[in-house]
């Protein structure tokens, strides 16, 4: 079975510097990897994804992100973060018919 | 750019009442999804449809929830008789190929419909 764990429920960081939310999965299969972002209020909006194409993964808004096989790792960064990257992140593996959503990490962004 | 629509945004509800929620997906897509997000929690997977049937659901997917998709725009998803636990976030997702292996596509989300169940 596939699932997903975000290591971090909560990050904060300044306006400016770098952000990184962490997700490990587990996979019976060569898995599919998405990260979402859920503003407030707001529907869920696929950042990017890894589908065993390239490893380094080029996503909206300064995202990417990093397929590590030995790692069992899916992380998100960014260099710089903005204000308006405040939200919540939903690392996502694809199942056998649907998709697993991890707990997600609410990420705020201070000035 | 196309979207998938929700409606309503917000619903109150008695329990045992029935509810429907609306979701129009965007019109070329094949596959349609319903997840849910209790408050504070993971979001869960319901159901998954495609040919006019179900073709995966959870286990939180019984007896009192249904899926259809009456006139070829809209998917509905039925709650039969409501319960104080149903209370969530439901979102709706459509995609042009499966959301699951081996095709993985990209799974487009409405913005959600609120319910909650007094």
């Known amino acids: 079975a596939q699932s997903v764990t975000q290591l971090d429920s909560h990050v904060s960081v300044s306006e400016g510097t770098p952000v990184l939310l962490r997700c490990n999965y587990s996979s019976s299969y060569s898995p599919s990897l998405f990260w979402y972002v859920q503003h407030p209020n707001k529907g869920l909006q696929l950042l990017l994804k890894?589908?065993?194409?390239?490893?380094l993964v080029k996503g909206i808004n300064g995202f990417e992100a990093e397929f590590k096989k030995s790692e069992t790792s899916f992380h998100l960064t960014k260099p710089s973060a903005h204000m308006s990257d405040a939200a919540e992140y939903f690392c996502?593996?694809?199942?056998?018919?649907?998709?697993?959503f991890g707990a997600g990490t609410r990420l705020t962004v201070k000035p | 750019e196309p979207e998938v629509t929700q409606t309503p945004s917000h619903q109150v509800t008695q329990m045992g009442q029935e509810v429907i929620l609306r979701c129009v997906p965007i019109?070329?897509?094949?596959?349609f999804y319903w997840y849910r997000q209790i408050l504070g929690q993971k979001v869960e997977f319901l159901v998954s449809?495609?040919?006019?049937?179900?073709?995966?659901k959870s286990e939180i997917f019984d007896d009192q929830f249904s899926v259809e998709r009456p006139d070829g725009s809209n998917f509905t998803l039925k709650i039969r008789s409501t319960k104080l636990e149903d209370s969530a976030m439901y979102f709706c997702?459509?995609?042009?190929?499966?959301?699951?292996?081996?095709?993985?596509?990209?799974?487009?989300f409405g913005e959600g419909s609120r319910l909650t169940v007094l």
């Open positions: 019109s070329n897509h094949l596959y």
């Open positions: 996502v593996v694809s199942g056998v018919r649907d998709m697993r």
């Open positions: 449809f495609y040919n006019n049937e179900i073709s995966e």
């Open positions: 890894y589908t065993s194409a390239a490893t």
């Open positions: 997702a459509s995609s042009p190929i499966g959301g699951g292996l081996p095709n993985t596509g990209e799974l487009f």
